[in-house]
């Protein structure tokens, strides 16, 4: 049995692995969270402790009082502030003294080529050369792109719903140069799934690479109109047009832009098109050597963007006549 802390866990990605992690039953689950006074805290299936991410030995003594070996951040790394909260986790986790295992918030292959500038790479590799001159065991666990951005809103989704490549709910397609260059598309439920299940390894591979379902966004396209029975709008987007953060503009992200500006929704678009194209997130080609996973627990049924599509979408029929 594992005592495991989830920060980040009270939404988003991290409680979508909390919820993996208390569905087996075999551990004792905790949440760490700037306040405890979250909506559903008292249905929730574990226990949620209060932490100052300013604090790195307030951090310690929480997690000591509790006696947690395991900590898993799911801190969305996207400024200096959340970079800074990491980081004292880490250090808080060191001088805490019970916590043995620590996997960072990551989810992709890095030190890429075009990476350089892009300062959520940048934290990650900075969490990571500091989780490895501690003596605990690190992981980073590794997904590809997130699947679960193609059912909304036909499916609830975690996070904020951005329309990336596709914009299923439109019918619409800006696909980067020919849309011949596989990417890893992996749901939610199948990270969580395997997060929950390597808490019972006996040792953390470095990289923990999660497979889900491996394919061209052509091929998705194709999966896509049939899930919806309709052809979709389908613009090519050029390498050179990309790398002036010039990207077609799909419906579903303009209500966005309220959050995130146009401008900077079309850098970061535009950023992640260049990577689909240059196979950034193609995870059978980006791990080499490295086992994942998926070998470790065969039993883990991964879904596959077929069937999460028609999950969503209710599948339209035969588009070949």
Known sequence: MVRVAIAGGSGGLGRTLAEAIAATTKHDLFVLSRETSHASAEKSPFKILRVDYLNPTQIAEVLRANNINTVISTIGILSEDT???????????????????????????????????????????????????????????????LMDYYGFPAEKIDIIPLAVVLDVENCK??????????????????????VAASLDLPKWPEKSWIIGDTMTWNEVLDIAEQARGQKFDVTYDSIESLQQSMVTE????????????????????????????????DLP?????????????????????????????????????
Request: include cysteine; hydrophobic fraction near 40%.
């Open 83 to 145: 970079h800074r909260a990491q980081l004292n986790l880490i250090d808080g986790a060191v001088e805490a003294g019970t916590v043995t295992r620590f996997a960072p918030s990551d989810g992709y292959p890095f030190h890429l080529p075009g990476l350089e500038g892009y300062m959520s790479s940048q934290y990650k590799i900075a969490a990571f050369e500091k989780l490895r001159a501690t003596k605990m065991e690190c992981t980073r666990f590794i997904i590809g792109f």
């Open 173 to 194: 397609a800006a696909i980067p140069a020919g849309g011949n260059d596989p990417i890893t598309l992996t749901h939610s439920q199948t990270i969580g799934k395997f």
């Open 285 to 321: 080609f980006r791990k080499g050597d490295d086992g994942t996973l998926n070998e470790l627990f065969p039993e883990i049924e991964v879904l596959t963007m077929k069937n999460f599509l028609n999950r969503c979408w209710g599948g339209g029929g035969d588009l070949s006549g």
């Open 250 to 281: 799909l419906p579903a992200n303009v209500p966005r832009y309220s959050i995130a500006p146009k401008p900077f929704m079309d850098g970061i678009m535009s950023l992640w098109s260049l990577g689909f194209a240059q196979r950034w997130f």
